[in-house]
């Protein structure tokens, strides 16, 4: 049984900023930072924290082979809270599936862990989980004491950094041409079409990197994750799904629109893309993909789209998100529903499977990590887990750092406007490492 601490935090960005740091001074740790400012109507259900991170570990959980079946092994036996993340490519263990393509990033496909110190940070109220058979009050007194002082965080980055992407321009153009082809055949209907953007032998703070996005982007489902030498840097808003008793949320992102900076022009923008015709059908096909896949664990009857469809605005853009919940099973097991539906559909296409094997077919790279899921399990059983989009991969020990981005591919899709949609989600990664594309021509 954990005990728990209770303090007073007065600056929250100093907080984070200082957490961040220490976290990168352990070998496992993450941060979840960001409100939640995505409703889930017609439900009572809230946002549980501002801020949730895991310092250091008492046990992990990195299987080799039936890597969500050990996952449910691991959560029964642990009976606590768990932090960890789900690879893109676990889609291997749950269709017959193979993911061939260069990957030098080298995440672990599944890794969660049990942390020795959880801190949970809602409004300015700071709750500390512990064992105090592992972490003396004293040391959480002292923890909590460096995460109020003074900021902590180290300011150097790398200068000009210069990101190559796996595609030329005209190459990616062309591979929406050819995406197109099969949807014109009826093998897909949309597929998400993702390239990725690198530089080796850099060298970057990790915190501070994270930190610098956050205020550029703050997002709702903001992480930045440390697994040794491995980082994530995330501001990512959109969630994957989450599990509350036997309720389940989905809320894909299909539909972007950069911001303005005029008032006027800005509401223009954004009324715009709630009527767009072509922005509307790829966030619907989608829906109804997770609805189906809801379907599979859903009592009978339960699955129900609360919101349509929906404009939320953020810092960098708007962004169109749909709500699809459902009642779950009796007896379901808490893996089961990520099982049903991961990979997410917005970051496949439908349908999900044939998508999966053309997005093999045409991506350069492994995806690993990206597009994946980053989240966290409860002692009771529930979970949320966001998407890992807008955001940077991190090798510390081969110095590589990578970014991917992308967007749905439909019939009628205009390749340059696609490209031009993987520009505007890089805007704020870019903006972070003042950082430019080599060959965006």
């Not at 205020?215 to 489902?221: A, L, Q």
């Not at 223009?268 to 809801?294: C, G, S, Y």
């Not at 009978?300 to 749909?322: A, D």
């Amino acid at each position: 049984m954990r005990s728990i601490l209770e303090f007073n935090i007065d600056n929250i960005d100093l907080f984070a900023q200082n957490l961040s740091v220490l976290i990168d001074t352990v070998e496992v740790g993450a941060m979840l930072r960001g409100k939640d400012n995505i409703s889930i109507p017609h439900t009572n259900i809230e946002s549980r924290f501002d801020i949730l991170a895991g310092i250091n570990y008492l046990s992990i959980c990195k299987p080799d082979k039936n890597k969500l079946d050990s996952l449910q092994q691991y959560i029964d036996l642990t009976n606590d809270w768990i932090l960890g993340y789900l690879s893109y490519d676990l889609k291997n263990d749950i269709e017959n599936l193979t993911s061939k393509n260069i990957d030098e990033l080298n995440f672990p496909e599944l890794f969660f862990f049990q942390p020795e110190v959880l801190l949970l940070l809602k409004s300015n109220c700071l709750f500390v989980h512990y064992y105090p058979q592992n972490t003396a009050q004293n040391d959480i007194e002292k923890i909590v004491q460096y995460l109020k002082g003074e900021t902590q965080a180290n300011t150097k980055v790398i200068s000009a950094v210069k990101f190559t992407s796996r595609y030329t321009k005209s190459e990616y153009l062309k591979t929406i041409e050819q995406v197109k082809k099969h949807i014109a055949r009826g093998d897909i209907y949309e597929m998400n079409l993702c390239q990725e953007f690198f530089h080796r032998d850099c060298i970057i703070s990790p915190a501070h990197t994270f930190n610098k996005l956050y205020s550029i982007s703050p997002t709702p489902f903001a992480t930045f994750l440390k697994v040794n030498d491995k980082y994530l840097m995330s501001a990512s808003p959109e969630r994957y799904i989450r599990k509350d008793a036997d309720i389940v949320v989905s809320q894909p992102i299909k539909g972007t629109a950069a911001r303005k900076d005029d008032v006027a022009e800005d509401a223009l923008v954004k009324e715009q893309l709630k009527t767009d015709t072509k922005e509307r059908a790829e966030n619907i096909m989608i829906v109804d993909l997770v609805r189906n896949d809801l379907s599979k664990v859903a009592s009978r009857g339960s699955v129900f789209v609360n919101e349509l469809c929906g404009i939320y605005s953020f810092k960098q853009v708007h962004q169109m998100i749909s709500t699809v919940t459902c009642k779950l099973q009796p007896g379901c097991k808490i893996v089961e529903p990520i099982k049903a539906t991961f990979p997410m559909g917005s970051m496949t296409g439908a349908p999900k499977v044939r998508a999966m094997q053309l997005i093999e077919e045409f991506e350069r790279t492994k995806r690993g990590l990206f597009s994946g899921s980053v989240g966290y399990f409860t002692p009771q059983g529930d979970f949320d887990f966001n998407v890992v989009i807008r955001s940077l991969l991190y090798n510390k020990q081969s110095k590589y750092l990578s970014f991917s981005v992308g967007g749905a591919i439909t019939f009628n899709s205009e390749p340059e406007k696609e490209y031009n949609e993987c520009l505007l989600k890089a805007k704020a990664i870019l903006s972070t490492l003042n950082a430019t594309i080599q060959n965006a021509e």
